[in-house]
T-cell receptor, first 108, second 113 residues
Framework: GQQVMQIPQYQHVQEGEDFTTYCNSSTTLSNIQWYKQRPGGHPVFLIQ?????EVKKQKRLTFQFGEAKKNSSLHITATQTTDVGTYFCAKRGQNFVFGPGTRLSVLP | NAGVTQTPKFQVLKTGQSMTLQCAQD?????MYWYRQDPGMGLRLIYY???????DKGEVPNGYNVSRLNKREFSLRLESAAPSQTSVYFC????????????FGAGSRLTVL
């Protein structure tokens, strides 16, 4: 089964609103990666976090790794229609294990 | 630089038929992976190959076989397709530590009738 969980499963927002997705693990993670998949597309790597409490930003996207390294979040400020897609977190070990993803829709 | 190339992009099979999905990467990556994606299930690992000459089962290997033909190519075979194997299949590759992230192919949509 899933070793990495994500919530929410779906999120509908009005353009300009903020959005956050959460990734949780029952075990301590050595790292967490985030990927974005546009509708009809393939997953594309966004970022990797490895340090406890780490925060990284990419324009309107803010990624955070929890202090206990058991959770992570992706926050999008002022969503745009180009943010539409499914956001996956993944842990990298011997292989890569993905969470179920959060599907974001943005209403113009 | 094409990255990861998968063929075919679309395929319709009848139950019991066999087929092979082909994947090739040109990034000199050591590791290659096959995932399937079903609605609400995220990406589930079928098989992976950590290096040329090795293959290992992932989360959902039943009904599939793989071949790591060389460092570039990793194929996925369905010997006797079943409707439960209707899915979108993604091949991916990754390099060694450091920038050890997945690069995905465009996907192969398979329908088994």
């Amino acid at each position: 089964g899933q070793q990495v969980m994500q919530i929410p499963q779906y999120q509908h927002v009005q353009e300009g609103e903020d959005f956050t997705t959460y990734c949780n693990s029952s075990t301590t993670l050595s790292n967490i990666q985030w990927y974005k998949q546009r509708p009809g597309g393939h997953p594309v790597f966004l970022i990797q976090l490895v340090k406890s409490g780490e925060v990284k930003k990419q324009k309107r996207l803010t990624f955070q790794f929890g202090e206990a390294k058991k959770n992570s979040s992706l926050h999008i400020t002022a969503t745009q229609t180009t943010d539409v897609g499914t956001y996956f977190c993944a842990k990298r070990g011997q292989n890569f294990v993905f969470g179920p993803g959060t599907r974001l829709s943005v209403l113009p | 630089n094409a990255g990861v190339t998968q063929t075919p992009k679309f395929q319709v099979l009848k139950t019991g038929q066999s087929m092979t999905l082909q994947c090739a990467q040109d990034m000199n990556h050591n590791s290659m992976y096959w995932y399937r994606q079903d609605p609400g299930m995220g990406l589930r690992l079928i098989y992976y190959s950590a290096s040329e000459g090795t293959t290992d089962k992932g989360e959902v290997p039943n009904g599939y076989n793989v071949s790591r033909l060389n460092k570039r190519e990793f194929s996925l075979r369905l010997e006797s397709a079943a409707p439960s194997q209707t899915s979108v299949y993604f091949c991916a590759s990754s390099g060694l530590s450091g920038a050890n992230v997945l690069t995905f192919g465009a996907g192969s949509r398979l329908t088994v009738l």
